[in-house]
């Protein structure tokens, strides 16, 4: 069966400071791997995803991951931080013929100005 | 294209009462999924259709709660009766089934807090 599992449940960075949010998985095959943000009183969006090909993922408001198969990890990185990025991060995994994703407990983040 | 639809955006009833959250996914989509968010137990999938057929209801929580998707433009949960444990944010999310073997972007909608008395 496949898990996500995000280790900090919070997070808090000054604004302009880099940013990285854990993702680790497990999941027998090749993974499609997803980072989704939610802010207050809003549903989820897509910020990145990774099917296959190049394992550096850029997403939109300047977010990346990178796909380590190795460490089964899949982390959110920013390099400056900025106020409105403040709000819940969630990764998903999903694969194998089945098109339902399993979604991390998220990770809530806390932007000092 | 207008995203996916949700009515009511908040909901506040009474214990005992039915409630029915709706949505509209995205025209095109064929995937459609029920979302339940709480503090305590984070986001849980409740249902998932694929061509409006239910495929994956292992989530619903008990007979309680029901879903359907009568076409491919709606879809409805309802919960009768309804119980305070039951408030939380109920998300809809639709997304396009293709070729490949895992899940495809989910779109979700701004969702509906129910708040059960």
């Known amino acids: 069966a496949q898990s996500v599992t995000q280790p900090d449940i919070h997070i808090t960075v000054s604004e302009g400071a880099s940013l990285e949010l854990r993702c680790n998985y497990s999941?027998?095959?090749?993974?499609?791997l997803f980072w989704y943000v939610q802010s207050p009183g809003q549903g989820l969006q897509l910020l990145l995803k990774?099917?296959?090909?190049?394992?550096l993922v850029q997403g939109i408001k300047g977010f990346e991951a990178e796909f380590k198969r190795s460490q089964s990890s899949f982390n959110l990185r920013k390099p400056s931080v900025h106020w409105s990025d403040a709000a819940e991060y969630f990764c998903?995994?999903?694969?194998?013929?089945?098109?339902?994703?399993?979604f991390g407990r998220g990770t809530s983040l806390i932007v000092h100005p | 294209d207008a995203g996916v639809i949700q009515s009511p955006r908040h909901e506040v009833t009474e214990m005992g009462q039915e409630v029915t959250l709706r949505c509209k996914p995205i025209?095109?989509?064929?995937?459609l999924f029920w979302y339940r968010q709480t503090m305590m137990r984070g986001l849980e999938l409740l249902i998932y259709?694929?061509?409006?057929?239910?495929?994956?209801d292992s989530g619903m929580p008990e007979d309680r709660f029901s879903a359907k998707m009568p076409n491919a433009s709606f879809s409805t949960l309802k919960i009768q009766p309804s119980e305070p444990r039951d408030s939380a944010v109920y998300f809809c999310?639709?997304?396009?089934?293709?070729?490949?073997?895992?899940?495809?972007?989910?779109?979700f909608g701004p969702g509906t807090r129910l708040t059960v008395l």
């Open positions: 998903a995994v999903g694969g194998g013929g089945s098109y339902i994703p399993t």
């Open positions: 025209s095109g989509h064929n995937s």
């Open positions: 259709f694929n061509n409006n057929v239910p495929i994956d």
């Open positions: 999310a639709s997304s396009s089934t293709g070729t490949g073997q895992g899940p495809d972007t989910q779109y």
């Open positions: 990774y099917f296959s090909g190049d394992t």
């Open positions: 999941y027998g095959a090749t993974p499609y």
